[in-house]
Antibody
Framework: QVPLAESGGGVVQPGRSLRLSCAAS????????MHWVRQAPGKGLEWVAV????????FHADSVKGRFTISRDNSKNTLYLQMNSLRGEDTAVYYC???????????WGQGTLVTVSS | DIQLTQSPSFLSASVGDRVTITCRAS??????LAWYQQKPGKAPKLLIF???TLQSGVPSRFSGSGSGTEFTLTISSLQPEDFTTYYC?????????FGQGTRLEIK
């Protein structure tokens, strides 16, 4: 059973928008901080954004600040990433990740590929 | 931001070898360090958190140590499935960045 399942990836033109979703199951979603992490093809891991368990606090990487917005709906056990003004350098696999009490990222989704290309 | 530097970036070893990967932080991060293993085409998997605590289900041949700014991941006896890429991550402060990765290859 995969507790985190991303969706919404695809091919999008530069400057356009895309919204990723992550459906959580198998744990009490509303108790945990959640993150998005991305990985460009052949590259390392890049942290993107975090949202607190209650959705009241968010923080975004400088590389996406002002363009991406993380959010969550605890009634639907779902995490989101709204991505606007997409650029070629945003091309990556995007992972939805559960945080273990500030100590680690202990559950990862399978990832969804976003390709920004004209 | 805290920078993490892993060494080596590439490591060649044989089945049964003992190997150590080092992760150095640009600032003191106490023990807020985690290690991940990533196989090609798969999501990363948590191996160690709090610098030295083994995640449930991870084989005991994996171990972590360190505190402050220098940390190590040791694999005591390499198995064929261990030849892949490893990342460290600091969680002391935002952004919780990752090291650049260490690729472990079969000699």
């Amino acid at each position: 059973q995969v507790p985190l399942a991303e969706s919404g990836g695809g091919v999008v033109q530069p400057g356009r928008s895309l919204r990723l979703s992550c459906a959580a199951s198998g744990f009490t979603f509303s108790r945990y901080g959640m993150h998005w992490v991305r990985q460009a093809p052949g590259k390392g891991l890049e942290w993107v954004a975090v949202i607190s368990y209650d959705g009241l606090n968010t923080f975004h990487a400088d590389s996406v600040k002002g363009r991406f917005t993380i959010s969550r709906d605890n009634s639907k056990n779902t995490l989101y990433l709204q991505m606007n003004s997409l650029r070629g350098e945003d091309t990556a696999v995007y992972y939805c990740v559960k945080e273990r009490e500030g100590r680690a990222f202990d559950d990862w989704g399978q990832g969804t590929l976003v390709t920004v290309s004209s | 931001d805290i920078q993490l530097t892993q060494s080596p970036s590439f490591l060649s070893a044989s089945v049964g070898d003992r190997v150590t990967i080092t992760c150095r932080a640009s600032q003191v991060i106490s023990n807020y360090l985690a290690w991940y293993q990533q196989k090609p085409g798969k999501a990363p998997k948590l191996l160690i958190f709090a610098a030295s605590t083994l995640q449930s289900g991870v084989p005991s041949r994996f171990s972590g140590s360190g505190s402050g700014t220098e940390f190590t991941l040791t694999i005591s006896s390499l198995q064929p499935e261990d030849f892949t890429t490893y990342y460290c991550q600091q969680l002391n402060s935002y952004p919780p960045d990752f090291g650049q990765g260490t690729r472990l290859e079969i000699k």
